[in-house]
């Protein structure tokens, strides 16, 4: 407890309290250079709904047809004109931009159109700042932010010339980021290495669960798609369930017993969304190596969703990032209740297979889907005779925990039980195993 203390108490004197009483109103950006406006929209909506989870006020959209970002100014220098123009009109403070922007992109956009320039990272960031409650959670968004902000510094001690307070400045729990280069890099240091231990328990912890094999189950999906809802519904979880971006940031690892009274562990992880920021991904490796070692993943699609397989294509190239893209996976087509054209549910249950249609929310489906993890998990139940004598009749608990009974009868010299049991159980009671 007193080191928790002294790493608050140094955490207190880098940090300060973030100004938040200014709002921030801004104008959105993007860019259209693969002749789909449709997509090139979407990206665009869906980084409003960034802005707003962010606290950002939004007054206007503006999208740019062109054949690549300009290596300048990301919409081009007579663009950047317009929007200046824009952003005086609107009295906007802040410009969201819809991709990474370079640190030079930034600071001439930041010149000319005169107000703070961010970028879909950037807001990314800012929201899971917002979002982590754990100690482990706070570290890896810090981690992210800093070395996102590095390049970006203008010189030894000297902040970004616009961002002010508000977004791009404020760190896990409301601190001012620190803006001294030569911290900066110290403090990545000491963010790694307390990353490392923590990645040093969670194979431990692993390690744990293997020797009771129990297989892990890991829920992945688009952000908002549902999951923690679905493992309320499964497990009694009690995980927090918001209609927001990234409302599950720290794991939620819960114990699920199967129909066939198989246990097996199930986590809930942080929602992708296109264009996950790479810093982020790296600084969150910890965390979503429990995906990496999952047996099977649950992979939460938002039926009702227009965007369902963009959304569904965003997570699998995630997943192929982290090295998880070829791992066993039943897709959970969620939210049918709000599905209301029969047609489409019919046709994301032929595209993703194998699959199942659930409502977590209202708790429809979730015997199918049970079953449906029974029969896709490895290591099914197997139905074996064993005999207890008395002095070993503590087993017998554990067979009803981690077996199905059939048959269970008491004689003079013990107890004869007829189960369905997994391998470690079957390894456990070997000696009292009877061939029939």
Same mark, same amino acid.
């Given at each position: 407890?007193?080191?928790?203390?002294?790493?608050?108490?140094?955490?207190?004197?880098?940090?300060?309290?973030?100004?938040?009483?200014?709002?921030?109103?801004?104008?959105?950006?993007?860019?259209?250079?693969?002749?789909?406006?449709?997509?090139?929209?979407?990206?665009?909506?869906?980084?409003?709904?960034?802005?707003?989870?962010?606290?950002?006020?939004?007054?206007?959209?503006?999208?740019?047809?062109?054949?690549?970002?300009?290596?300048?100014?990301?919409?081009?220098?007579?663009?950047?004109?317009?929007?200046?123009?824009?952003?005086?009109?609107?009295?906007?403070?802040?410009?969201?931009?819809?991709?990474?922007?370079?640190?030079?992109?930034?600071?001439?956009?930041?010149?000319?159109?005169?107000?703070?320039?961010?970028?879909?990272?950037?807001?990314?960031?800012?929201?899971?700042?917002?979002?982590?409650?754990?100690?482990?959670?706070?570290?890896?968004?810090?981690?992210?932010?800093?070395?996102?902000?590095?390049?970006?510094?203008?010189?030894?001690?000297?902040?970004?010339?616009?961002?002010?307070?508000?977004?791009?400045?404020?760190?896990?729990?409301?601190?001012?980021?620190?803006?001294?280069?030569?911290?900066?890099?110290?403090?990545?240091?000491?963010?790694?290495?307390?990353? +490392?231990?923590?990645?040093? *328990?969670?194979?431990?912890?692993? @390690? /744990?669960?293997?020797?009771? %094999?129990?297989? !892990? $189950?890991?829920?992945?999906?688009?952000?908002?798609?549902?999951?923690?809802?679905?493992?309320?519904?499964?497990?009694?979880?009690?995980?927090l369930v918001e209609d927001q971006l990234f409302a599950t940031l720290d794991p939620t690892i819960r114990i699920l017993?199967?129909?066939?009274?198989?246990?097996?562990?199930?986590?809930?992880?942080?929602?992708?969304?296109?264009?996950?920021?790479?810093?982020?991904?790296?600084?969150?490796?910890?965390?979503?190596?429990?995906?990496?070692?999952?047996?099977?993943?649950?992979?939460?699609?938002?039926?009702?969703?227009?965007?369902? +397989?963009?959304?569904?294509? *965003?997570?699998?190239?995630?997943? @192929? /990032?982290?090295?998880?893209? %070829?791992?066993? !996976? $039943?897709?959970?087509i969620n939210k049918i209740d709000l599905i209301e054209n029969d047609a489409v549910l019919s046709r994301l249950l032929?595209?993703?297979?194998?699959?199942?249609a659930v409502s977590a929310d209202k708790g429809i489906g979730m015997d199918n889907l049970l079953k449906k993890i029974?029969?896709?998990?490895?290591?099914?139940?197997?139905?074996?005779?064993?005999?207890?004598?008395?002095?070993?009749?503590?087993?017998?608990?554990?067979?009803?925990?981690?077996?199905?009974?059939?048959?269970?009868?008491?004689?003079?010299?013990?107890?004869?039980?007829?189960?369905?049991?997994?391998?470690?159980?079957?390894?456990?009671?070997?000696?009292?195993?009877?061939?029939?």
């Amino acid at each position: 407890m007193a080191r928790v203390e002294e790493f608050e108490s140094k955490i207190g004197r880098l940090y300060h309290k973030v100004d938040s009483t200014v709002e921030e109103k801004a104008i959105l950006i993007g860019l259209d250079c693969d002749k789909n406006s449709e997509k090139a929209e979407e990206s665009l909506d869906e980084l409003e709904r960034l802005a707003l989870s962010a606290g950002l006020v939004v007054l206007a959209k503006d999208l740019q047809k062109r054949n690549r970002p300009d290596a300048s100014f990301y919409i081009g220098r007579g663009k950047a004109g317009e929007i200046q123009l824009l952003a005086q009109a609107k009295k906007a403070n802040v410009i969201v931009c819809d991709d990474e922007l370079s640190p030079a992109q930034q600071k001439n956009l930041e010149e000319v159109i005169g107000v703070k320039i961010i970028d879909r990272t950037m807001l990314i960031l800012d929201i899971f700042a917002q979002r982590a409650k754990s100690n482990e959670g706070k570290l890896q968004v810090e981690l992210a932010q800093l070395k996102y902000l590095l390049p970006r510094l203008t010189g030894q001690g000297m902040v970004l010339s616009r961002l002010g307070g508000g977004i791009g400045t404020r760190g896990p729990g409301e601190t001012k980021l620190e803006v001294d280069r030569r911290r900066i890099r110290k403090r990545i240091i000491d963010l790694e290495r307390r990353l +490392e231990t923590v990645r040093r *328990a969670r194979v431990l912890h692993r @390690k /744990n669960w293997r020797d009771k %094999e129990w297989p !892990v $189950l890991a829920l992945v999906g688009y952000t908002n798609a549902g999951k923690s809802t679905l493992m309320n519904c499964l497990t009694g979880a009690g995980v927090l369930v918001e209609d927001q971006l990234f409302a599950t940031l720290d794991p939620t690892i819960r114990i699920l017993k199967l129909p066939d009274s198989r246990s097996v562990l199930l986590s809930d992880t942080v929602g992708f969304v296109r264009k996950l920021p790479h810093h982020l991904v790296a600084a969150f490796r910890a965390t979503l190596e429990e995906t990496v070692e999952a047996e099977v993943l649950l992979h939460v699609i938002d039926g009702s969703s227009p965007q369902v +397989e963009e959304q569904a294509q *965003a997570v699998y190239q995630v997943l @192929k /990032n982290l090295g998880a893209g %070829e791992k066993r !996976v $039943l897709t959970v087509i969620n939210k049918i209740d709000l599905i209301e054209n029969d047609a489409v549910l019919s046709r994301l249950l032929r595209k993703f297979q194998p699959s199942v249609a659930v409502s977590a929310d209202k708790g429809i489906g979730m015997d199918n889907l049970l079953k449906k993890i029974q029969e896709i998990l490895p290591g099914k139940l197997e139905l074996m005779h064993v005999f207890l004598p008395f002095g070993q009749a503590s087993y017998l608990a554990e067979i009803h925990a981690y077996g199905r009974v059939v048959e269970e009868h008491y004689t003079e010299l013990g107890i004869d039980i007829t189960a369905y049991l997994d391998r470690r159980l079957a390894s456990v009671l070997a000696k009292y195993l009877v061939m029939k």
